[in-house]
Nanobody, 125 residues
Framework: QVHLVESGGGTVQAGDSLRLSCAAS????????MGWFRQAPGKGRELIAA?????????YYPDSVKGRLTIDRDDSENTLYLQMSSLNPDDTAIYYC?????????????????WGQGTQVTVSS
């Protein structure tokens, strides 16, 4: 059983940057592909970044966020990161990290094994 805890959310101004962290425990972190998802008010949960296991040689970003977000992982610290820049009010959402043995599950958003509880990011104009 993997336990994921996100941190780093908060309220920022448009144009600011923010780094989210996701601390993992209870499993062998390096074996899991990881992802960041977000859910804005009244909308469904969407994938915003994915990284493959064991060092993260493969990364994916949807076009909607490409160039503004960077996903990374530190397998020695069992931690996943999301660096966000040029934030705008449309980025306001609850941000979740997710873990699964399958990169396909993470990149599709389907049948994901483990989810964090989420951290709120609010961007004011």
């Amino acid at each position: 059983q993997v336990h994921l805890v996100e941190s780093g959310g908060g309220t920022v101004q448009a144009g600011d940057s923010l780094r989210l962290s996701c601390a993992a425990s209870g499993g062998e972190f390096r074996l899991y592909s990881m992802g960041w998802f977000r859910q804005a008010p009244g909308k469904g949960r969407e994938l915003i970044a994915a990284i493959s296991r064991a060092g993260g040689s493969t990364k994916y970003y949807p076009d909607s966020v490409k160039g503004r977000l960077t996903i990374d992982r530190d397998d020695s610290e069992n931690t996943l990161y999301l660096q966000m820049s040029s934030l705008n009010p449309d980025d306001t959402a609850i941000y979740y990290c997710a873990a699964d043995f399958s990169y396909g599950s993470i990149s599709s958003g389907n049948n994901i094994m483990y989810w964090g509880q989420g951290t709120q990011v609010t961007v004011s104009s």
